[in-house]
Nanobody, 114 residues
Framework: VQFVESGGGLVQPGGSLRLSCVAS????????MSWYRQAPGKGRELVAT????????DYLDSVKGRFTISRANAKNTVYLQANSLKPEDTAVYYC????????WGQGTQVTVSS
């Protein structure tokens, strides 16, 4: 099992980024997918979850209305469109489906700063 995240970077407050995560080593359509993030000095937190075919989606309260999770099952890929970014969104962002079982990827760094 492998997760490869990309799309992070340095952005000014109010800016946008589109994160991508390509998954491999398991049947992608059998699992819900989630984005997590870990800010410096803090624990990892769940940001957004999408069910197998996108019927149900949940978000961390602090990102509701700003972030959008989606998936492309034909590409084994999950996305996170992050708009209206704030400095408190600065973190390493990861995707996973079952953190208790599957290993973490390297993550992608998002830095929101002027």
């Amino acid at each position: 099992v492998q997760f490869v995240e990309s799309g992070g970077g340095l952005v000014q407050p109010g800016g946008s980024l589109r994160l991508s995560c390509v998954a491999s080593g398991f049947t992608f359509t059998s699992y819900r997918m989630s984005w997590y993030r870990q800010a410096p000095g803090k624990g990892r937190e769940l940001v957004a979850t999408i069910t197998r075919y996108g019927v149900d989606i949940d978000y961390l309260d602090s990102v509701k209305g700003r972030f959008t999770i989606s998936r492309a099952n034909a590409k084994n890929t999950v996305y996170l469109q992050a708009n209206s970014l704030k400095p408190e969104d600065t973190a390493v962002y990861y995707c996973n489906t079952d953190p208790a079982t599957f290993p973490w990827g390297q993550g992608t760094q998002v830095t929101v700063s002027s």
